[in-house]
């Protein structure tokens, strides 16, 4: 991973303090992300895509929108699994809706050679 952008369409219910990738050493990145909820949260919805850099950015393998209240009742989509597992040990996104909160993974591993 080389890229991280964190949108917020809304900026008057999200503020977001972080959102970045930081090299640790040639094999390691790290993702830390702070932000904070204006108001609680009742319906969320979260949408991950990945790219491939060919002349510019390309929509590659996947995109896919998910209901995070009700992902967290019951996960049903497998890669957002996968992607819950990477953040659940370092940050406090685990509990249902409504969510007041602020939301903080901190120093996610994204990926290791060894």
């Known amino acids: ?10 900026k008057s219910r999200v503020a977001i303090h972080e959102c970045r990738l930081r090299a640790i050493n040639r094999h390691k990145t790290i993702f830390n992300l702070n932000g904070s909820l204006l108001y609680s949260a009742n ?3 979260v949408e991950l895509q ?9 929509p590659w393998l996947y ?7 009700r992902f967290f009742r019951k996960p049903y989509n497998p890669i957002a699994i996968l ?7 370092f940050s406090n996104i685990n509990h249902t809706c ?3 909160a602020s ?11 060894k």
Do not use: Q, R, W
């Open 103 to 113: 939301i903080t993974p901190k120093n996610t591993t994204l990926y290791s050679s």
């Open 63 to 69: 995109k896919s929108s998910i209901d995070a209240c």
């Open 83 to 89: 992607v819950y597992k990477l953040f659940k040990e």
């Open 43 to 45: 319906e969320v919805t």
């Open 50 to 58: 990945v790219f491939k850099k060919a002349n510019g950015y390309k």
């Open 1 to 10: 991973m080389t890229n991280v952008d964190c949108h917020i369409y809304n």
């Open 98 to 100: 409504p969510y007041v």
